[in-house]
């Protein structure tokens, strides 16, 4: 029997990930895997050799300040590839984790094929990386079409696979949304992130800004898409904020419900935002770190924009309100003006359409990159 362990350090790369071992479960049934997982799959039945959130750090000086753990992780999961001995080794995102593994585990093995889903950023900084990684690299897997020439440039094998959040949408669930907003009121989706640094710097952002909005006008209901791990905290916060038209959600399927109800929302910048574009929803994203993290990214970074619909069209079609600017008379601003004028919903979602499409492979991405994993099981 054929063996792939599989590598994600946070939710977005374990929801990706779930989807293209779906896909490739419909292909070849007799597969074991083994993993750091998440929820999504967990669902599947892959055992994760322990919590994913052990891994999951958000910038720079939590790396630093973490660096010692990280490394223990790092050589405990090269162990547990080791002696689970696989076909393949899957890492999806977080390179920064992964790839260090996939390196160590290289050396120590090369027959085990290592294949990475979600490129490095190398065309926003440190392109210099690709002459590392294709020493250990087998296959990288890209999500989008314009990355594939700096890994050409240095023949390290590629497929433009496109990107699973882009797949069809899924076929709407029974889901009342009643139960989570009690009157007739617009929905307006939040996303403060997947990682505790993100979620403690933007929910109490987000719920200042809610505050502000509600003495303006308060016919608009506020729901929280949040993880499950931090569910609980965040509800217990409201409780304390006397907010009666605000709600927190953590199931995939509901919040995917919700999300398809809303008139608009307001988007942590990262993977989730294609996720909200995809469902034709109208956004403004946001995002916050402290001030060394920030300063440090805007050193080494060679892009304007932190959207990807920003950075493809190379304007600020969705609206990114950064670090001073992602404070709760900002993001009011901004969206009580998109409320008001119409035509500019209209405008950025006929862009963010059209970008989108463009960004959709031929058939689905989790079915192309199946297709790559398949070929190095064979």
Not at 66 to 80: G, P
Not at 345 to 370: G, H, P, R, W, Y
Request: charged share 30%; net charge positive; aromatic share 10%.
């Amino acid at each position: 029997m054929k063996k792939i362990f599989v590598l994600t350090g946070e939710p977005s790369g374990d929801k990706l990930a779930s989807n293209i071992i779906k896909s490739l479960n419909d292909k070849k049934k007799d597969i074991e895997y083994l993993g750091v997982c998440g929820n999504n799959l967990k669902s599947l039945g892959i055992k994760s050799i322990y919590d994913q959130k052990d891994i999951t750090y958000m910038a720079f000086t939590d790396v630093v300040f973490n660096f010692l753990k990280i490394k223990k992780k790092i050589d405990l999961t090269v162990n547990e590839v080791i002696k689970f001995n696989p076909s393949i080794l899957l890492t999806v995102d977080s390179p920064d984790f992964s790839l260090r593994v996939s390196e160590k585990v290289k050396r120590i093995n090369p027959k085990i094929k290592t294949i990475h889903f979600i490129a490095p950023k190398v065309w926003a900084w440190r392109e210099g990386r690709v002459k590392k990684m294709k020493k250990f690299l087998d296959h990288i897997l890209l999500l989008f079409s314009f990355e594939k020439k700096f890994f050409d440039k240095e023949n390290l094998k590629n497929t433009f696979v496109g990107h699973p959040l882009l797949d069809s949408i899924e076929k709407d669930i029974n889901v009342e949304i009643k139960d989570f907003v009690k009157k007739k009121k617009n929905i307006v989706s939040l996303f403060p992130g997947s990682r505790e640094s993100e979620v403690k710097i933007l929910f109490p952002v987000l719920i200042n800004f809610i505050k502000k909005m509600n003495l303006k006008d308060n016919s608009y209901h506020y729901i929280f898409h949040s993880t499950q791990k931090f569910k609980e905290m965040l509800k217990n916060k409201l409780l304390t904020e006397n907010l009666s038209n605000v709600e927190v959600v953590s199931d995939d399927k509901i919040k995917s419900q919700i999300l398809k109800k809303s008139i608009f929302a307001i988007v942590k910048s990262g993977t989730i935002s294609l996720d909200v574009c995809k469902n034709n929803i109208p956004s403004i994203i946001i995002y916050k770190m402290n001030f060394f993290n920030f300063h440090v990214a805007k050193f080494l970074l060679k892009i304007k924009y932190v959207n990807m619909i920003n950075i493809i069209n190379n304007k600020e079609i969705i609206p990114e309100l950064l670090q001073n600017e992602c404070n709760p008379n900002e993001i009011y601003k901004t969206f009580y003006y998109f409320m008001k004028k119409p035509i500019l919903i209209k405008e950025q979602m006929s862009v963010v359409k059209n970008t989108i499409d463009d960004l959709k492979s031929s058939t689905s991405a989790s079915d192309q990159a199946s297709k790559v994993i398949l070929s190095y099981l064979t």
